[in-house]
């Protein structure tokens, strides 16, 4: 694990995203009735929550950090459920990682949530959209 004990307490934030590409059966229940195992965006949204709080024991050398905050925000496309996380804190190290857990897990519960509907869903395009504080400054994706 790399000793970041040297590098001073700064506020710092990470944006990720991802997307679950769905079938057009799933958009429709998740727009209308909903999924048969209940609120695939209500589990998602706390699944990623609680992810990106336990980012340490799932991820090895990950710092433990004092998290501030995470929102995950889910919204329902013609075809694929996207996801955004944001985390923030005032800490010596940055929290790209745990907004890229918080995406990651959200889109393994909408999965979960809606196998039974449609095995053939995706996961795709996990990613660091921004990242704010610390040394390195601040950094947007260009895309």
């Given at each position: 694990?790399?000793?970041?004990?040297?590098?001073?307490?700064?506020?710092?934030?990470?944006?990720?995203?991802?997307?679950?590409?769905?079938?057009?059966?799933?958009?429709?229940?998740?727009?209308?009735?909903?999924?048969p195992k209940g609120d695939a965006l209500a589990v998602a949204r706390i699944a990623g929550i609680m992810a990106?709080?336990?980012?340490?024991?799932?991820?090895?050398?990950?710092?433990?950090?004092?998290?501030?905050?995470?929102?995950?925000?889910?919204?329902?496309?013609?075809?694929?459920?996207?996801?955004?996380?944001?985390?923030?804190?005032?800490?010596?190290?940055?929290?790209?990682m745990e907004a890229l857990t918080a995406v990651s897990v959200a889109a393994l519960a909408i999965y979960d949530?809606?196998?039974?509907?449609?095995?053939?869903?995706?996961?795709?395009?996990?990613?660091?959209?921004?990242?704010?504080?610390?040394?390195?400054?601040?950094?947007?994706?260009?895309?």
């Open positions: 694990m790399v000793d970041v004990s040297a590098k001073p307490v700064t506020g710092r934030e990470a944006r990720a995203s991802a997307r679950v590409l769905l079938s057009e059966q799933v958009i429709g229940a998740l727009r209308g009735h909903g999924v990106a709080k336990r980012t340490p024991d799932l991820v090895p050398l990950c710092h433990p950090l004092s998290i501030s905050g995470v929102t995950v925000d889910l919204e329902v496309a013609d075809d694929a459920v996207m996801i955004w996380a944001s985390v923030r804190t005032s800490d010596r190290t940055g929290v790209e949530m809606v196998k039974a509907m449609d095995r053939a869903a995706v996961i795709t395009d996990v990613r660091v959209d921004s990242k704010s504080g610390g040394d390195s400054g601040d950094w947007s994706r260009a895309d």
